[in-house]
């Protein structure tokens, strides 16, 4: 496993509910088909080359028992009526050579498309910075997308998001989304 690069990943979400938090994450895994891998967690890399797998593609790679690195996001609430949103935000270059990144947002409060749009947003600004080109943190995602879409160096942006609302029974709700390095 040591110098390992992923040559694939997939993105999934889910949602689990349950009385107990640890639980609840438990379900989640399972919503989302990774509950049967050890999962390990890794920082923000796309890597140079990487394809992104339909989802079905991706977990059908995946072993009970096998050792999973993944870029996860999850947050959990007990709180009834209670919006919460895991976001995995990617940003990948036109030049296939190159890393890319991918972001993890949790957040309160936020739809999908807000959650997700903001996931996607800090993956290419990290992108971004590291191709050299312009940066202002004050514009709007929409003036951002257009420099960066027009600098031609930044191909893709994508995001998988999982929101929920509190249960009213006060059980804990936990979402989670992740990107799932596959071989």
């Not at 951002?144 to 249960?167: D, P």
């Amino acid at each position: 496993m040591i110098g390992f690069v992923p040559r694939a990943l997939c993105f999934t979400r889910g949602v689990g509910l349950h009385r107990e938090k640890l639980t609840s994450f438990e379900l989640a895994l399972r919503s989302a088909g990774i509950a049967t891998c050890n999962i390990v967690r890794v920082s923000s890399i796309f890597p140079p080359g990487c394809k992104i797998l339909s989802r079905s593609d991706g977990l059908q790679r995946l072993k009970p028992g096998e050792v999973t690195f993944v870029v996860m996001s999850e947050n959990a609430t007990r709180e009834p009526r209670r919006q919460i949103a895991a976001t995995i935000g990617v940003a990948i270059p036109r030049d296939e050579t190159l890393y890319g990144y991918l972001s993890e947002h949790h957040s309160f409060g936020e739809d999908e498309k807000t959650a997700g749009d903001y996931a996607e947003d800090l993956a290419a600004e990290m992108l971004a910075t590291t191709l050299g080109l312009d940066f202002d943190p004050d514009r709007s995602w929409d003036e951002k997308r257009e420099v960066w879409r027009l600098s031609n160096r930044i191909v893709h942006t994508q995001n998988v998001t999982q929101t929920a609302t509190g249960s009213e029974e006060r059980l804990w709700t936990t979402v989670i989304a992740a990107a799932v390095f596959v071989e």
